[in-house]
Each structure stands twice: as structure tokens, then as C-alpha cells.
């Protein structure tokens, strides 16, 4: 299994700024994934984060508003950019094992507070 | 986005009782996994299925892949104030079928909430 962590677990932002997660998978893993969930909700993918290509997005969600970053094949970041209460949600990153079973895993969350 | 639909959404059952969920699909899938969300945590890989009628179990855990391919079922046995949590189903098309862009994405289950009465 794969062992995902997240920077920062938590934070709380002001309207219009920008707030950047990393994410940090222990083994090199072939695709990694960003996505959103509602406390209580189930979860909505964002975007797959590509190696040394830009992100595929999902319907609804834009490069310009969620920058992704995966610069190589254990780690990758996330901008929310000029920030709304709206925004405010857990934000996942999540890696598939790769090979012939794909497992996917998820790190523990970062959960934005918008005010 | 698509998703699958679980049932019941949430159940209150006490301490001892067995608990049976599902998730179900209108296409067929390939994979399903199931996983545990804990308040404030990211979830959690329960179990995982890769073919049709396949049971597999992980400790009090048993989950069975449908044998249409369009549904799966997870049942804990002798439930435990620990079980609380979220319970989330996943499952993946045939590669070519409802991923165009050829990545292997999952499909989500609304979840079931469950709360265990002591």
C-alpha cells in the first residue's frame, strides 16, 4: 500500500488569496489524483495530475482556478486560487498503486476554511 | 460526476449487530473497492474485488463482487463502537467504457454513514 501525506492539514484563509497543498506519496506511483469532498459528503475528483504534463480536469473545475503541479512520480501540489467561502472543503490527494491490481489510496485531507 | 448510489444512506444499529450495506450501478464495473472514512480523516482501502462473485473478507469485514457486475455488498459482523465512520464504495468501468481519456478513474458511492449504538 502506499502512504500518502498532506501540507497542511488544515487552514484557515482570507477571501482572494491563494493557498497552495502538497502531497507526498512514499513510492513512485503511476497516477496520482486530487479531489473534493464536503464534510460528510462523498467525493468529487478534480483532476488527475499527470507527470510532466499538465492536469486533466474534470467537468466544472479549471486549470485557473486549481493549478496543479506533479513534477515527478512521488509528489504533486494543488493551488485554490483567489479564494471564496465557497472554496472552503476537504481537498484529498490520492495515488493509484499501479501494476496489475489498482488499489487507490488517499492521504488524510487538508481542510480549507475559507472566510 | 457520475456517481453510485449506496444503500441505506445511514443506519443506527447497536453494538453486536451485524450491518449489511450495497452499492449498486446502473453499467458494469471491473473493480470495487470499499473504504472507511473516519471524522477528519482521509479513507481509508477496506477490501478490493477484481472479479465477478469474488468474496473476500478482512477480519469482521466481507465484501462480494455482484455477479450482474453491477452492484457490490460489504457486511461487518458483530459490530463495534470503532466501526463508526463513513462507508464509501468505489468501482471502475472496463478501461475504454466511460474513461476517454484512457485513465483509470473510480466512480464514488454517495456512502453509508454508519453509528453504533453501545
Known amino acids: 500500500s502506499a502512504v500518502i501525506s498532506q501540507k497542511p492539514s488544515r487552514d484557515i484563509c482570507q477571501r482572494g488569496t491563494s493557498l497552495t497543498i502538497q502531497c507526498q506519496v512514499d513510492?513512485?506511483?503511476?497516477?496520482m489524483f486530487w479531489y473534493r469532498q464536503q464534510p460528510g459528503q462523498s467525493l468529487t475528483l478534480i483532476a488527475t495530475a499527470n507527470q510532466g504534463s499538465e492536469a486533466t480536469y474534470e467537468s466544472g473545475f479549471v486549470i485557473d482556478k486549481f493549478p496543479i503541479s506533479r513534477p515527478n512520480l512521488t509528489f504533486s501540489t494543488l493551488t485554490v486560487s483567489n479564494m471564496s467561502p465557497e472554496d472552503s472543503s476537504i481537498y484529498l490527494c490520492?495515488?493509484?498503486?499501479?501494476?496489475?491490481?489498482?488499489?487507490?489510496?488517499f492521504g488524510p485531507g487538508t481542510r480549507l476554511t475559507v472566510l | 460526476g457520475q456517481q453510485l448510489n449506496q444503500s441505506p444512506q445511514s443506519m443506527f444499529i447497536q453494538e453486536g449487530e451485524d450491518v449489511s450495506m450495497n452499492c449498486t450501478s446502473s453499467?458494469?464495473?471491473?473493480?470495487w473497492l470499499w473504504y472507511k472514512q473516519d471524522p477528519g480523516e482521509g479513507p481509508v482501502l477496506l477490501i478490493a474485488?477484481?472479479?465477478?462473485?469474488e468474496l473476500t473478507s478482512n477480519g469482521r469485514l466481507t465484501a462480494q463482487f455482484g455477479i450482474t457486475r453491477k452492484d457490490s455488498f460489504l457486511n461487518i459482523s458483530a459490530s463495534i463502537p470503532s466501526d463508526v465512520g463513513i462507508y464509501f464504495c468505489a468501482g471502475h468501468p472496463p478501461l475504454g467504457i466511460g474513461s476517454a481519456s484512457g485513465t483509470y478513474k473510480y466512480i464514488f458511492g454517495t456512502g453509508t454513514r454508519l453509528k453504533v449504538l453501545a
Open positions: 453499467s458494469i464495473f471491473n473493480t
Open positions: 474485488l477484481y472479479k465477478a462473485g
Open positions: 513510492s513512485q506511483v503511476t497516477m
Open positions: 490520492s495515488s493509484l498503486a499501479g501494476g496489475v491490481i489498482y488499489e487507490q489510496f
